[in-house]
Nanobody
Framework: QVLLVESGGGLVQAGGSLRLSCAAS????????MGWFRQAPGNKREFVSS????????YFADSVKGRFTISRDNAKNTVYLQMNSLKPEDTAVYYC??????????????????WGQGTQVIVSS
């Protein structure tokens, strides 16, 4: 079992920045990738970004490219999502995810095995 604990959400004005963190603990020796999804009220959960643990390859949704970056700390089993130039449409609950199997890419919910509880991000206009 893997436990994911997210932090860093909050309220920010449009154009501002936030950094989300997600620490994985427990059975983490089969860490292949970690990522972030988000869900806005009334919407389906959508992919935001992910990072492959072995080589640091990163993936981003088109809606956040150029504004968000993802990074990892292998020693701490922690992934970070740096969100800059935030827009009101970025308002959502952000979920951390963990994949314990190899995949060609890590863009879809079914490619992940564990999920965090979510952290709220609100961007005011």
């Amino acid at each position: 079992q893997v436990l994911l604990v997210e932090s860093g959400g909050g309220l920010v004005q449009a154009g501002g920045s936030l950094r989300l963190s997600c620490a994985a603990s427990g059975r983490t020796f089969d860490n292949y990738a970690m990522g972030w999804f988000r869900q806005a009220p009334g919407n389906k959960r959508e992919f935001v970004s992910s990072i492959r643990w072995s080589d640091g390859s990163t993936y981003f949704a088109d809606s956040v490219k150029g504004r968000f970056t993802i990074s990892r700390d292998n020693a701490k089993n922690t992934v970070y999502l740096q969100m800059n130039s935030l827009k009101p449409e970025d308002t959502a609950v952000y979920y951390c995810t963990y994949a314990e199997y190899y995949r060609q890419s890590y863009l879809r919910e079914e490619e992940y095995n564990y999920w965090g509880q979510g952290t709220q991000v609100i961007v005011s206009s």
